[in-house]
């Protein structure tokens, strides 16, 4: 299927966003994505809009964005919300800032942990069991 064609069925719009058939089923049903009305014994149509919709949530998902995020960022899709989307956007950036400090923490303490390990030498019992089950 090439980007110039306007109607798809489930699964060419699934397959051009890069998704199963299952998953645009299941953004329907949380109303992130229309479900096209079908002809009498016919098939449902997809556009390229959908295909751009489907593109939307997938790119919000990867920077972090849960579906619920994503649905608000959609009512603001028309583009005259940028302050609102700008404060999703900052609130999705100090929590994944958040996120990387408790990284950094847990990285610094399974490095003593593992250093520990190294040069743990006799019959004592492992540092890092140890210390798991100290807490």
Sequence with gaps: MTPTTTHFTIGQLAGAA?????TVRFYQRRGLLATPDR???????????DLGRLHF???????????????????????????????MAERKLADVRQ?????R???????VLVQRCACHEGDIACPL????QEG
């Design 99 to 103: 996120r990387l400090d408790d990284l």
């Design 39 to 49: 002809a009498y014994g016919a098939i449902r149509r997809y556009t390229t809009a």
């Design 18 to 22: 890069g998704v199963n058939v299952e």
């Design 105 to 111: 923490r847990i990285e610094q303490a399974l490095a």
């Design 57 to 87: 949530v997938k790119s919000a998902q990867r920077l972090g964005f849960t579906l619920e995020q994503v649905a608000e960022l959609l009512q603001l899709q028309d583009g005259t919300h940028c302050d609102e989307a700008r404060q």
């Design 129 to 132: 069991i140890e210390a798991l």
